[in-house]
T-cell receptor, first 112, second 114 residues
């Protein structure tokens, strides 16, 4: 298995909702990442987990809450989002630091 | 602070042309550089990964070169096809102590006309 799987592919949520994005890989990678991408912009790093511990938080608002329950799974919990949080959310993994990334296909999030 | 720039921002070419996409970075202290392709609204697909000790990598019609000292990488696409139409992104991994951060360029939007 050489893929990163993200679910759901599309999500529409209200500003008072709570939802979660899920990311899964079975390549034995020990680093997992959340990126946010707005239209026609490069991806922006949000969080990095290495060996199931949060190692980087790029000053992301607390309405985004990451979780890494095990080495194969990464979640992003969403609560009280704003319309400007609408974006493509990308998950990636790598064997360790300084290795190439494998990206998932993303979750298109719309906040109404 | 490392900055990554890609030129041109957009490119439209007829089918069959050979083309070159450019990626420049301001700090030559990198661990590796990765080229990605992104179709509209989709995730990123890895094309080529070049380690700092390497000069180039090839995969099919794609060839990527790296000149660390001048802070440049090029992605060469031979005999372009309409299916190559996408946004191409380069990303550099800064060197030094187990960094997990990739810094992305602004991308080149390629359109290959049939």
């Amino acid at each position: 298995d050489t893929e990163v799987t993200q679910t759901p592919k599309h999500l529409v949520m209200g500003m008072t909702n709570k939802k979660s994005l899920k990311c899964e890989q079975h390549m034995g990678h020990r680093a997992m990442y959340w990126y946010k991408q707005k239209a026609k912009k490069p991806p922006e790093l949000m969080f990095v987990y290495s060996y199931e511990k949060l190692s980087i938080n790029e000053s992301v608002p607390s309405r985004f809450s990451p979780e890494c329950p095990n080495s194969s799974l990464l979640n992003l919990h969403l609560h009280a989002l704003q319309p400007e949080d609408s974006a493509l959310y990308l998950c990636a993994s790598s064997p360790d630091a300084n290795y190439g990334y494998t990206f998932g296909s993303g979750t298109r999030l719309t906040v109404v | 602070k490392q900055e990554v720039t890609q030129i041109p921002a957009a490119l439209s070419v007829p089918e069959g042309e050979n083309l070159v996409l450019n990626c420049s970075f301001t700090d030559s202290a990198i661990y590796n550089l990765q080229w990605f392709r992104q179709d509209p609204g989709k995730g990123l697909t890895s094309l080529l990964l070049i380690q700092s000790s390497q000069r180039e990598q090839t995969s099919g019609r794609l060839n990527a070169s790296l000149d660390k000292s001048s802070g440049r990488s090029t992605l060469y696409i031979a005999a372009s096809q309409p299916g190559d139409s996408a946004t191409y992104l380069c990303a550099v991994s800064p060197s030094g102590g187990g960094t997990y951060k990739y810094i992305f360029g602004t991308g080149t939007r390629l359109k290959v006309l049939a």
